[in-house]
């Protein structure tokens, strides 16, 4: 079982790029299973219904979001009836919309996709560690294949949940800084590791947006609207490997598919 996980789609140049390789991709035998982030698809801010859609149809599997899931007002109404669409677990608990779905998938088994945001210089939200030490204790069926998303801005804060985790899931992968790290591993007890998946979108910007705006902005400190870039695009994240009896991981590879 090959699982690609995908770093954050930035805007309609991160979903040309994605359109453009998971077809593909999957007709190849490449990947079997798609994770993506999409919190940033729609203009760079948020996902609408009818891009979770469009994702879903050209070969996503899970969709996940950060703390940009409500930028797009209809997501608060329209994200209970989106089944693959998963926000992180440790917000309100009042808040629609749910923090981890399962998948059955022929001849492997259940995927469980968890979506966990950090707390390190984000908005507030509950302990990223006790929630998923009670999600895990209760709430997800033993025989689950899981992966978790850490969306986070620290790399250290990261790095202790992949360890804090370790072992009792099958992958922990980082999102939100949208630079791909080259920490790709597999921990100690066994779970596959990254600190950031990066970023499918343009990359000749500031994370996605673009490179004059945000240099404004630094210099000036003025309210600046910030466009989504439009050159150097890549999709980016990892394929991971998972023994189809032992369901553990055998191998964790960083991609970065250009397309233009
Ligand atoms: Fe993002
Ligand atoms: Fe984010």
Redesign the pocket.
């Known amino acids: 079982m090959k699982i690609l996980m995908v770093g954050?789609i930035v805007g309609s140049p991160g979903r040309r790029a994605f359109t453009r390789v998971i077809p593909e991709m999957k007709a190849a035998g490449k990947v079997d299973f798609v994770v993506v982030?999409a919190?940033?698809s729609a203009g760079g801010r948020g996902c609408t219904t009818s891009i979770a859609e469009e994702l879903l149809d050209v070969g996503a599997d899970v969709i996940t979001l950060?703390d940009?899931v409500w930028d797009q007002r209809e997501m608060v109404k329209e994200i209970d009836m989106l089944e693959r669409v998963i926000r992180p677990a440790n917000l309100a608990q009042t808040c629609p919309g749910r923090g981890h779905v399962s998948v059955e998938v022929d001849g492997f088994g259940l995927i469980t996709v968890i979506m966990m945001m950090g707390r390190a210089f984000m908005k507030p939200c509950e302990c990223p560690f006790r929630a998923i030490d009670s999600l895990l204790k209760d709430q997800i069926p033993d025989s689950s294949l899981i992966l978790c998303e850490i969306h986070a801005e620290a790399t250290a804060e990261k790095v202790i949940y992949g360890r804090y985790v370790d072992g009792r899931v099958g992958a922990v992968v980082g999102?939100?800084t949208?630079v791909q790290t080259s920490d790709d591993r597999l921990l100690p007890l066994g779970t596959a590791y990254i600190t950031d998946l990066g970023m499918t979108g343009p990359k000749d910007s500031a994370i996605g947006r673009d490179l004059a705006s945000c240099t404004d902005m630094m210099i000036t400190g003025m309210p600046t609207r910030f466009e989504v870039a439009k050159n150097d695009v890549s999709l980016e994240g990892v394929i991971i490997e998972f023994d189809d009896k032992t369901r553990k991981p055998l191998s964790i590879q960083r991609v970065r598919e250009p397309i233009d």
């Open positions: 954050d982030n919190e940033n950060g940009h999102t939100h949208h």
